[in-house]
């Protein structure tokens, strides 16, 4: 299984860029990804085959976020990525969208070309919360509810 980054560890690099980012001009945006309709990949391909698919999402991510600081797998199929002095935060949503196409795929996968579903989401330090825990609670909450509507 690829590693997975504990969700208090993850916090814990939150709150370093809080504390870095505290009273500057720049914000940084905790971005996280979530793979969806897995079931029946892990049924044909075998839950190795998925895990290792998995495991190149936060090369990917990195490809799409060079200026990120931060991309772990803190889920089994959630990722995070922090990303330091955003001064455009309109930018946000262009990010969002050019992930969320890098982590799709095609994959090819022995025989097979695998396209996964994504969803994105992000929150933005100080715009949406000021404190780690906050911060992590909005990106989650804001994921879930592009869940519902996908």
Do not use: W
């Not at 262009?94 to 579903?117: Q, S, T, W, Y």
């Amino acid at each position: 299984m690829s590693a997975i980054l504990n969700r208090q560890a993850f916090l814990d690099r939150i709150e370093t860029s809080v504390e870095e980012h505290a009273g500057a001009q720049a914000s940084f945006v905790v971005l996280l990804v979530g793979i969806r309709g897995l079931h029946n990949f892990n049924v044909q391909l075998g839950y190795q085959t998925v895990d290792e698919l998995l495991g190149r999402i936060p090369g990917l991510m990195r490809q799409k976020l060079p200026k990120a600081n931060c991309i772990e797998r803190i889920g089994d199929t959630c990722f995070a990525a922090i990303i330091p002095n955003v001064f455009a935060t309109n930018l946000v949503e262009l990010a969002l969208e050019r992930v969320a196409n890098a982590v799709c795929g095609p994959f090819d996968i022995g025989e097979r070309d695998v396209l996964l579903k994504a969803n994105t989401a992000a929150a933005i330090y100080p715009a949406h919360a000021g404190n780690a825990p906050d911060l992590l609670v909005r990106a989650e909450s804001a994921l879930h509810a592009t869940k519902k509507h996908a």
